[in-house]
């Protein structure tokens, strides 16, 4: 069946590219039950925002690929990315956004997530397995154990190369890590998956104010 078309927008790609609500939701249960996300899940169609306090990561490894998204018209886009892996993450302070304009109606509608607020590393972000397929990064960093012109196949020490419809040169260009340090994060990206991703004090909002994280 056809995406139903009201105003230049399709429905189900709004749907689409709401994902991160739609996990969320599916949450709520869990969150009311232990006041935390412990489910697998990937935010894709679209660019979005990210930033975190602070970031620490073991098993890091980064190479290049690229990724399909979606024009806000329903057709596909390819971008390239950096591919940065860990095989775990603790992330303080994380938010989320994404921006769909042009909503008949109300305008453009932000969806912003947030978890992690906390100086107890207990009630921060946790994450196993994250793959973030970044356009834009900035950050302080620091890195212990790095090997840097590394092929994207020979990284050892994060959780390998992400696979499934990724288009990377398993030859090409990689670094990697024992440990990562990142604060003061800001980043645009076009997905995220996780093998596990645990958020606590999870928040979410929609609103029509443009209320981006950064």
Known sequence: MESQVRGGTRWKRFAVVMVPSVAATAAVGISLAQGALAASFSVSGQSFKVTAQKLEGTGFSQYGALTEGYTLTGGKATHPVAVSAFKDATIQKMCQSVVTPNIPVLGSVTLRLTA????????????????????????????????IGVAAKDANKGPGMKGGKEQANPFGFAQQADTALLTDVKQTAWA??????????????LSTKNKECY
């Open 116 to 147: 992690g607020d906390s100086s107890d590393k207990d009630r921060q972000v946790k994450a196993e397995n994250l793959y973030i397929d970044v356009a834009n990064l900035e950050a302080d960093a620091t890195f212990g154990g790095i090997d």
């Open 192 to 205: 995220t998956t996780a093998g596990t991703f645990k958020l606590s004090g999870l928040k979410m909002s």
